[in-house]
């Protein structure tokens, strides 16, 4: 990525995280156990703290490689760098526009908005660069923002011009108001053709990166899907419609259905697909491969204008790596009729 978002200029704050070591990580490494509890560090930035003299075991300074007990208490001292945000040049599609909002075509890779450990330019840097004014709409760090894609999924993001404009809108999303429909490419076939996850998501006891279903609390989250192919037993394209919006609502409840959207880094055991897998061949020599991001694009959004009263439905063509993904996989796999 370029230059410019990556110069943000910079102002110290100091966190700590706490935490007591379970039963699971006992015997474990200080670094692995810390990186799957915490979802803001990984591994190599407990190694990078620890060698600051940051990380402390029952107050003693320790090592990454540290062999945990349970019951002991963890202490990491990260001086995190908040962003001041500047304008970041990235070509983005401008999918509608008018007084009040603007809808892009978010490009997969790039995060929406600034956090404490991420130091790549982001979407609202590009919108800054974009249009100035959204600068000054809400929340710095979410200028304008009137919902959140993931990083690596693309597709139609709603931008607010105007606060008050913003506050209307969040209010369509909290009311379900708002229709969003996602396609997926998942790895496996659903056992039926459509349904609905209606389930309590939280954070993943143990692996803090990642939400799961739980049975013990979380807050209610509901997905309506439905099978739009099948590609012999081994892959589908689904249509998804979360009427809440949880994070990772999508990516879980395929997971959840045994059918995780393909190439999902958290969430699936397949990090990319080569289109030789695809054709049951010998790998070439210098393939590529065709995705190497979740499967998951942000198809369509439709809701009535809160300020012009008009229904708007805004649609996001698919991207070059999933389009291509899908030529793959109809060769592949030729429709038969039924």
Avoid at 17 to 42: C, F, I, K, P, Q
Avoid at 48 to 66: C, E, H, I, P, Y
Wanted: aromatic residues 6%; charged residues 30%; contains cysteine.
């Amino acid at each position: 990525m370029g230059e410019e978002g990556a110069e943000a200029a910079r102002e110290a704050v100091r966190r700590v995280y706490e935490l007591r070591v379970d039963r699971s990580g006992a015997g474990e490494r200080l670094d692995v156990y810390v990186a799957r509890r915490v979802g803001a560090l990984t591994r190599s930035s407990v190694k990078k703290l620890a060698q600051k003299g940051a990380v402390f075991v029952d107050g003693a300074a320790a090592s990454a490689n540290t062999r945990l007990k349970a019951g002991q208490t963890i202490r990491i001292e990260v001086e995190a760098r908040r962003r001041r945000l500047k304008p970041w040049n990235l070509p983005v599609e401008i999918l509608y526009e008018d007084d009040y909002l603007l809808a892009l075509n978010k490009p997969a890779g790039v995060a929406v908005h600034p956090s404490d450990t991420l130091d790549e330019p982001t979407l609202v840097e590009a919108l800054i660069a974009l249009r100035p004014e959204v600068k000054r709409v809400g929340p710095e760090m979410r200028s304008g923002l009137i919902h959140r894609l993931d990083k690596e999924t693309s597709g139609v993001l709603l931008v607010a011009k105007e606060r008050q404009f913003q506050m209307e809108m969040m209010r369509l999303f909290q009311s379900h108001r708002v229709a969003k429909y996602y396609v997926a490419v998942v790895s496996g076939v659903p056992r039926s053709r459509s349904g609905v996850v209606d389930a309590f998501i939280a954070r993943h006891p143990i692996y803090r990166q990642r939400f799961a279903v739980s049975h013990e609390g979380g807050r209610r989250s509901v997905t309506r899907w439905r099978l739009v192919r099948a590609y012999g037993n081994r892959f589908a394209l689904i249509l998804a419609k979360p009427i809440t919006g949880r994070t990772h609502q999508v990516r879980v409840h395929m997971r959840h259905l045994g059918t995780p959207v393909l190439c999902d880094k958290l969430y699936s055991s397949r990090k990319v697909i080569y289109a030789s897998e695809i054709e049951g061949a010998k790998r070439r020599a210098g393939e590529t491969p065709l995705i190497e991001r979740q499967a998951l694009h942000a198809r369509s959004i439709a809701f009535v204008h809160p300020r012009l009263g008009k229904f708007i439905r805004l649609k996001a063509e698919m991207p070059d790596d999933l389009r291509r993904l899908l030529e793959v996989l109809n060769r592949a796999f030729p429709a038969v009729n039924e």
